[in-house]
């Protein structure tokens, strides 16, 4: 009669675990439906984080190194950006370069974000094309009234092209992995089989990456600076684990944690560092001292920010500049459909106002009062 008993208790046990297990299951597949919705779609994305400006611990000395230049009314020189390349042949294991290929595309933001005037030199390919259209006379910067006349056609003038002073290139020339390593395992448990057990693992690594740039002078093809630098990346994991035997039950639980700094972003502090250094010798500043005085603060409304740098098209620098680019929460959801976890609404929020308009519902026609001209 026990036995019966006990065998009736396992299967009702492995019953309930069963349909515990398919109620888990079920509540996740309720996230996804093989069904579109009524917006059209199967699911909704995860995540709000909103896009934020991505600095190194050098981009505050770049901003505030342009704003130096532009209180002194120092002239940048037109500085142009020619091939970083990666040169460790690093191969990731999921396959695909180890490390990022638009180093060059870093050394442009951060000559931007020093108030440098640019010049490209990295990709040509649509002025290319468009200068040869032209010597072909195809292209015009009239208004075309009849597709079956003639237009004015634009003209190819002697000396348009803006020519370059300097011009930037090197590449990423190391890559170590694990060049030091440390960790340790703890055990605790009891003598008998059925003896509560834990686990501790910890592990520390470190890596590194480095860097070679040129500064080039265009004309003569001299190189007139050199700068090798290389930024050390460390990483951990913790691991944790209980074993036990509860009422005839195996109960195994782990948990872990672990990280390693960004190498992409440790690629881009490498070069902001190397930018800076090239920015503070052609503008001719003493050192760091020249951001540490309050009248050398780059909190203002300049062009130049974290983010990078602007050429204003209208004259709306106080509400559009490189500090307000840096502003996490600046358009987020205004005017658009945004999701919420329950419903749809429409976002309504008010505009930024400038001189002579007031602020309206997201989406409304701004009541403009003149039609603004263009610094272009």
Partial sequence: MMT??????????????????????????????PIAGPHGVYATPMGSAPVIANPTAYSNA?????NYARARHLASPRM??????????????????????????????????????????????????ELKYTNNRLITDSEKQNPNFPSEYRKIMSGEVTGSDFFIVGGITEL?????????????????????????????YVMNVALDLRLVDTRT??????????????????????????????????????????????????????TLEFMANLYGAPGPQVCLSAKDDYLNYDTNGLTG??????????????????????????????????RHKRSVQTVPCQSNCVAVPAGSPPPYSAEPVSRY
Avoid at 89 to 115: H, P, Y
């Fill in 309 to 342: 740098n602007l050429t204003p098209a209208y004259d709306n620098l106080g509400t559009n500049n490189g500090q307000t680019r840096s502003d996490p929460h600046r358009w987020v959801n205004t005017g658009t459909e945004v999701n919420t976890d329950d």
């Fill in 176 to 204: 170590n992995y694990n060049i030091r390593n440390s960790g340790a395992d703890l055990f605790v448990g009891g003598n008998t089989a059925t003896s509560t057990q834990g686990t501790l693992n910890g592990r520390l």
């Fill in 4 to 33: 019966y008993l006990n065998k009736a208790l396992k299967v009702r046990k492995t019953a309930g675990l069963f349909a515990v297990m398919l109620m888990g299951a079920s509540s996740l597949g309720g996230c996804v439906s």
């Fill in 62 to 66: 770049l901003v505030c190194m342009g």
């Fill in 221 to 274: 093809f001299e190189v007139v600076d050199v700068i090798s630098y290389q930024k050390q990346i460390i990483g951990r994991e913790i691991k944790a684990g209980v074993f036990d035997f509860f009422h005839g039950n195996n109960i195994d639980v782990s948990a872990g944690e672990g990280g390693v700094e960004p190498m992409q972003l440790a690629v881009r502090s490498l070069i902001e560092r190397a």
């Fill in 80 to 129: 142009a950006v020619g091939r970083i390349s990666d040169y460790t042949g690093r191969v990731a294991a999921e396959g695909g370069r180890a490390i990022t290929q638009g180093a060059s595309l870093m050394a442009m933001t951060a000559l931007a974000k020093a108030g440098a005037h640019q010049v490209e030199r990295f990709d040509t390919s649509v002025g290319e094309m």
